[in-house]
């Protein structure tokens, strides 16, 4: 079964220091997404990017982040200079459409800890 | 704006028994509905969905789920729980409307404890 991966499983980093969370989606998937979840709070929306651009964002995602995808399979948030409430499990997915009722496949997470 | 309210935030249900996690919902059109599951160390994964029609939608594993209209509640069953099924119950929307965000909104989630 396809799946959507993410590396690294875990990353710490300290404070001010650049990150790059990388994801692979499933291959025929043309919407990713990330998603991060603070420690015991609710699964938060953060960008959608279709099509070679961002395509929704929240106010969580800030000039801090940003999104690419440099090749044909990889998907990566970068956060440049990172802040102690960073630290969250940060969730990619993909989906076939935008539209409609097409659930989405999550990776399995990368647990960010910003010391 | 949408919303999604899981208002437990821990299920404790003996093996064997029918076990329910709560999911309450919010949108300005009407709903698409999911569930998911995670399991230590996984990602979440896809359980079922509601888009239209029979209000009793049935889902990986034996899950079910019932989704009521005039409640805005869109909560997870199954008839006799198994140890193997404690983790981590995630419910999110999506509006279907035009207007609305095709962005799924997630609850926080709901740790199911079965216990044998």
């Known amino acids: 079964e396809p799946e959507v991966t993410q590396t690294p499983s875990h990353q710490v980093t300290q404070m001010g220091q650049e990150v790059i969370l990388r994801c692979v989606p499933i291959?025929?998937?043309?919407?990713f997404y990330w998603y991060r979840q603070i420690l015991g709070q609710k699964v938060e929306f953060l960008v959608s990017?279709?099509?070679?651009?961002?395509?929704?964002k929240s106010e969580i995602f800030d000039d801090q982040f940003s999104v690419e995808r440099p090749d044909g399979s990889n998907f990566t948030l970068k956060i440049r200079s990172t802040k102690l409430e960073d630290s969250a499990m940060y969730f990619c997915?993909?989906?076939?459409?935008?539209?409609?009722?097409?659930?989405?496949?999550f990776g399995q997470g990368t647990r960010l800890t910003v010391v | 704006a949408q919303s999604v309210a899981q208002p437990e935030d821990q299920v404790n249900v003996a093996e064997g028994n029918p076990l329910t996690v709560k999911c309450t919902y919010s949108?300005?059109?009407?709903?698409?509905l999911f569930w998911y599951v995670q399991y230590p160390n996984r990602g979440l994964q896809f359980l079922l969905k509601?888009?239209?029609?029979?209000?009793l939608v049935k889902g990986s594993y034996g899950f079910e789920a019932e989704f009521n209209k005039s409640q805005t509640s869109f909560h997870l069953k199954k008839p006799s729980a198994l140890v193997s099924d404690s983790a981590l119950y995630f419910c999110?929307?999506?509006?279907?409307?035009?207007?609305?965000?095709?962005?799924?909104?997630f609850g926080r989630g709901t740790s199911l404890i079965v216990h044998p």
């Open positions: 997915a993909s989906s076939e459409a935008l539209q409609g009722p097409t659930e989405a496949f």
């Open positions: 291959s025929n998937h043309l919407y």
């Open positions: 990017f279709y099509n070679n651009e961002i395509s929704e």
């Open positions: 949108v300005s059109g009407n709903p698409y």
């Open positions: 509601y888009i239209t029609g029979d209000n």
């Open positions: 999110a929307v999506r509006d279907m409307s035009s207007g609305g965000s095709y962005i799924p909104t």
